[in-house]
């Protein structure tokens, strides 16, 4: 069982930034790949970025060069700089834990953390 439990979410002015953090607690786990989602209120849940466990990443087009995902592997954390927020960037953002089982992974998903962008 892995629990990811994000922080950092918070009202920033458009502009400006925010750094996500999950931390993921546990016992004996191999991490697949995290990924950062995020929902506004009546739109589906979308993918904003991900890394994998060998250190790809990829990122939503409406966020490229703005957000860039990172991991700290030692404490099983991984982060999301975000600058130059937007308006539409305002959303819950969760954070998905993947991790290897068997021949296939189990997913694990936050609560999520409020991200709030004034114009």
């Known amino acids: 069982q892995v629990q990811p439990v994000e922080s950092g979410g918070g009202l920033v002015q458009a502009g400006g930034s925010l750094r996500l953090s999950c931390a993921a607690s546990?016992?004996?786990?191999?991490?697949?790949?995290v990924g950062w989602y995020r929902q506004a209120p009546g739109k589906q849940r979308e993918l904003v970025a991900e890394?994998?466990?060998?250190?790809?990443?990829s990122y939503a087009d409406s966020v490229k060069g703005r957000f860039t995902i990172s991991r700290d592997n030692a404490k099983n954390m991984v982060y999301l700089q975000m600058n130059s927020l937007k308006s539409e960037d305002t959303a819950v953002y969760y954070c998905?834990?993947?991790?290897?089982w068997g021949l296939g992974a189990i997913e694990y998903w936050g609560q999520g953390t409020q991200v709030t962008v004034s114009s």
């Open positions: 546990g016992s004996s786990f191999s991490t697949r790949s």
């Open positions: 890394i994998t466990s060998g250190g790809s990443t």
């Open positions: 998905k834990w993947e991790v290897f």
